[in-house]
């Protein structure tokens, strides 16, 4: 069976692509197609079929984009209501593509329209189950997000419905179905995913704490609801723009790949309200950068922390990048539905710093250098989130997560010194980027993290108890 899995390890997503006799079908696609449409050219296949496994709310579906360079039709499973064109399909409703079959099976519970599709081969053979946000490998969909879309609903209702779902659905199927889920480890769709990308379900009867053949309903759903943390602001507003539509992201494209130089750059940027975006490694930025600018590093998890940090989604965007990087920042903010970049900057900061223009900088030091800096006795910001700050943390640190810093700023000292530190250096940049821009200037960064503290002998702080290096 031609079944593939296009993995896509920044933002934790699998799409699938399906192809058998000419006849080929993509589920839950990323924005940019253009991989798709050229991964079926190459089998001389036609795309005939988008299947959506559910309305997205970690990313922006290419939905639209691939239904209009091809042809195919855009399926849903049962209660969707897009505003675009598509089949809204009946559940057992059967596709065929090629010579395989595509069994619809509705699974509410994560969202009310989420919908598994069971993979038939040319035998009859029940193959696979692309699970979407239902099943994942080590978990299950989390049941909160569509109350954030449709008021009525609730945690604990979606919870119920994705309880007999599982068991109504999916737990009947034979064991040795692979299961294809939409997401991997880092999403945030769910609280304990695998690093493992498949599994066959027989496996995860044994391994997966939702799918014990003894749990009752209530008991699911106490611990299917244990442990969710806030989602993240923009999930509500990728769901509105899969449900309504979007710009294409050819035009998102060519109207992001603008180049300016720095003097054009800096009329832009002082003329609007453009947020200047530096894409640059962390090290890189604090040695040196545009005034004001937001450091949110590509080479880390982009997409999640420009859309926990940035509010507003019809932000436009002025990007500082690494040379020829520019295209990427733009098909990765796509990606999340930051779709105004407006221009970038030719030749990247070293363009600006070449023209003489005004720069800012961010004092970052060693791990050993903070050993020596705690003699001064500063005040201790761990950026790092609520779980890795209970696990260890420099004793009498406080913890402020770096997804709830806007909300936070207020703790941050103005008038006395600071130091901060996340897990590796790549959160305290971004953090410092943002206090920078708000006139903070009273602050180091650790440039190694927690993991460089650690291994000095500064008091550290683990499981409740006090321990000392040395």
Not at 207 to 219: C, F, I, W
Not at 278 to 284: L, P
Not at 346 to 353: I, N, R, Y
Request: glycine share 8%; hydrophobic share 40%; proline share 4%.
């Amino acid at each position: 069976m031609k079944l593939e899995q296009i993995y896509t390890g920044c933002i934790a997503h699998a799409a699938y692509y399906l192809e058998s006799n000419g006849e080929a079908a993509i589920f839950d696609p990323l924005r940019e197609v253009q991989p798709y449409i050229d991964r079926a050219n190459k089998d001389n296949a036609k795309i005939k079929y988008v299947f959506e496994t559910h309305f997205h709310a970690d990313f922006v579906s290419g939905h639209l984009d691939l239904a209009k360079k091809t042809g195919a039709e855009i399926v849903y499973g049962p209660t969707a209501k897009p505003v675009f064109d598509a089949v809204v399909a009946a559940d057992y409703q059967i596709f065929k593509v090629g010579g395989y079959q595509v069994k619809v099976l509705h699974t509410p519970g994560h969202t009310m329209e989420s919908t598994c599709y069971l993979i038939i081969d040319e035998t009859g053979k029940e193959h696979g189950l692309i699970s979407g946000d239902t099943l994942f490998i080590g978990d299950v969909g989390r049941p909160d997000l569509a109350q954030h879309v449709i008021a009525e609903l609730t945690s604990e209702k979606l919870a119920a419905h994705l309880y007999d779902s599982l068991r109504n659905k999916i737990m009947p199927l034979a064991d040795d179905i692979i299961i294809y889920p939409n997401h991997g480890a880092g999403s945030a769709c769910g609280k304990n995913m695998s690093k493992e990308t498949t599994d066959t379900l027989g496996h995860q009867k044994q391994v997966n704490y939702a799918l014990r053949a003894d749990m009752g309903k209530e008991e699911f759903m106490t611990e299917l609801l244990d442990g969710l943390t806030t989602p993240p602001a923009y999930f509500p507003k990728n769901v509105l723009m899969n449900i309504r539509g979007y710009d294409s992201f050819d035009d998102i494209m060519e109207r992001g790949m603008q180049a300016l130089n720095p003097d054009s750059f800096e009329a832009v940027a002082n003329e609007t309200e453009a947020l200047i975006l530096d894409t640059r490694e962390a090290n890189d930025f604090a040695k040196g950068f545009i005034p004001n600018s937001i450091n949110i590093g590509i080479d880390g998890n982009f997409a999640p922390w420009v859309g926990a940090l940035l509010p507003d989604i019809k932000q436009e965007i002025l990007i500082v990048a690494d040379k020829d990087r520019e295209k990427e920042v733009i098909t990765r903010l796509a990606r999340v539905g930051y779709d105004h970049p407006i221009a970038y900057l030719d030749g990247g900061f070293e363009a600006w710093k070449k023209e003489g223009k005004e720069i800012d900088t961010v004092n970052r030091i060693a791990a050993d250098a903070f050993e020596i800096k705690l003699l001064e006795n500063p005040i201790v910001i761990d950026l790092r989130n609520t779980n890795e700050f209970n696990a260890d943390h420099v004793k009498d640190a406080i913890n402020i997560p770096l997804e709830y810093i806007n909300e936070h700023l207020a703790e941050f000292p103005k008038e006395k010194p600071f130091v901060m530190h996340c897990a590796g250096g790549y959160r305290s940049m971004v953090a410092a980027s943002i206090l920078k821009s708000r006139g903070w200037n009273n602050f180091v960064d650790v440039e190694s993290g927690f993991s460089g503290i650690s291994k000095t002998s500064v008091p550290v702080i683990s499981n409740a108890c006090q321990k000392s290096k040395s």
